[in-house]
C-alpha cells in the first residue's frame, strides 16, 4: 500500500502542533523555518486539505487525524525499539525455534527449560517442521533458530544468508525386535537383515537405501511395510509389535518402547549430522545464544 503522506512530516505536523511555532518545532528538529513551512505544505498537498491554521498555529480537523497516526507510529516504534534492545539482553522479547520431530522430543525441552529459567520474560515458541521448511522460514523472518540436518556422506551447503553450527553426530542405526536372531551381534550389515523385513522409513529414502536387497544374483523383494511419516516413535511401535526392522537414527530411540534393541550399521557407519541454523548476521540477540548453549549442553549430555 502506497501512504499519501510521508511519515517524516508527520514527525514535523506533530512538533508544529506542540509548539504551536513553525519556528521553534525547526529549531527543535534542526531546520529553517522555511523547510517546516515548505514540509507542512508538501503534506498538505498530498492528503489533499489544510492540516494546520497559521494565524494562530493550530490543527484541522485533518491534521488532528494525522496527528494521532503519528502518535501511534512513534509508539509503535518505541515499543519495537525497547523490545529488541530486550531481547537482546535476554528479558523480555519472542523466541521461535523450529526442529524437525526427533530433535524437539529429545534435544529441545531440556534446552528450552534452560532458557526459560535464565530469561522468564521471553516468551518461548516451538514448531515441529519438515528439515525442507526451515530454512526458508529462517530467510522469512518466520524462526529465530532452527535445527537442521544432512548426512556424512551426503553433506549439504546452506542456502546464501543461513549460517549452520554443528550440533552433534546422530549414528543411523538398525533397529530390531529384541528377539530377532541378529539381536546378539554386535553390528548388523545392511545385507544381513532379509529386504521383506525391512520397514521403509524416511531415512532409509534419504540413504538411498530404499531397496535394500542388493545381491545381484537374488529377485528384488519389495520391503514389507512402507511407513510414510516424520514421527520415528510410529516406526518403533512397528518394529516392537515385531512386524520388521526399521533403519533409525539414534535420537529417535530416546524414547523407545519396550521390546526393541539397535545395532550399528556394518561395516561403514551412517551419521547424520545435526546442526543449529540462524540467519548470518554480525550480532545475535543474547536469548538466541543462550537457547544455542542449551541445545549444545543438551546434546552433550545425549552424546
Excluded: C
Excluded at 24 to 48: K, M, P, W
Excluded at 194 to 212: H, K, R, Y
Amino acid at each position: 500500500m502506497k501512504w499519501p503522506f510521508d511519515p517524516r512530516h508527520l514527525r514535523t505536523l506533530e512538533a508544529v502542533s506542540r509548539l504551536r511555532s513553525f519556528a521553534a518545532a525547526g529549531e527543535e528538529l534542526g531546520f529553517t523555518q522555511s523547510a517546516v513551512s515548505q514540509q507542512i505544505a508538501e503534506l498538505e498537498r498530498r492528503v489533499g486539505t489544510p492540516v494546520v491554521t497559521r494565524r494562530p498555529v493550530r490543527l484541522t480537523e485533518a491534521g488532528q487525524v494525522l496527528l494521532t497516526t503519528e502518535t501511534a507510529i512513534t509508539v509503535s516504534m518505541s515499543a519495537a525499539a525497547t523490545e529488541l534492545a530486550a531481547l537482546a539482553d535476554g528479558s523480555v522479547g519472542l523466541l521461535r525455534l523450529g526442529a524437525f520431530i526427533s530433535a524437539a522430543t529429545s534435544l529441545v525441552p531440556p534446552a528450552l527449560a534452560q532458557v526459560r529459567a535464565a530469561h522468564p520474560g521471553v516468551r518461548l515458541v516451538l514448531r515441529e517442521m519438515e528439515q525442507g521448511e526451515t530454512h526458508a522460514a529462517l530467510l522469512r523472518g518466520d524462526l529465530d533458530l532452527a535445527i537442521t540436518f544432512d548426512y556424512t556422506h551426503a553433506v549439504r551447503t546452506p542456502p546464501r544468508g543461513i549460517r549452520e553450527d554443528h550440533l552433534i553426530d546422530d549414528p543411523i542405526l538398525i533397529v530390531l525386535p529384541e528377539d530377532h536372531p541378529l539381536a546378539t551381534r554386535h553390528e548388523v550389515g545392511l545385507h544381513d537383515v532379509p529386504s521383506q523385513e525391512w520397514i521403509t522409513t524416511n531415512v532409509s529414502l534419504d540413504l538411498g537405501v530404499a531397496d535394500l536387497d542388493v545381491h545381484a544374483e537374488q529377485p528384488v523383494i519389495p520391503a514389507a511395510l512402507d511407513f510414510e511419516g516424520q514421527d520415528f516413535r510410529t516406526a518403533l511401535s512397528l518394529v516392537a509389535t515385531g512386524l520388521g526392522v526399521a533403519l533409525l537414527p539414534r535420537l529417535a530411540l530416546h524414547h523407545a518402547p519396550p521390546g526393541v534393541t539397535a545395532r550399528p550399521v556394518a561395516p561403514i557407519p551412517m551419521v547424520r549430522r545435526i546442526h543449529t541454523a540462524r540467519l548470518d548476521t554480525r550480532r545475535t540477540p543474547r536469548a538466541v545464544q543462550h537457547l544455542r548453549t542449551a541445545l549444545q549442553q543438551a546434546a552433550s549430555a545425549l552424546g
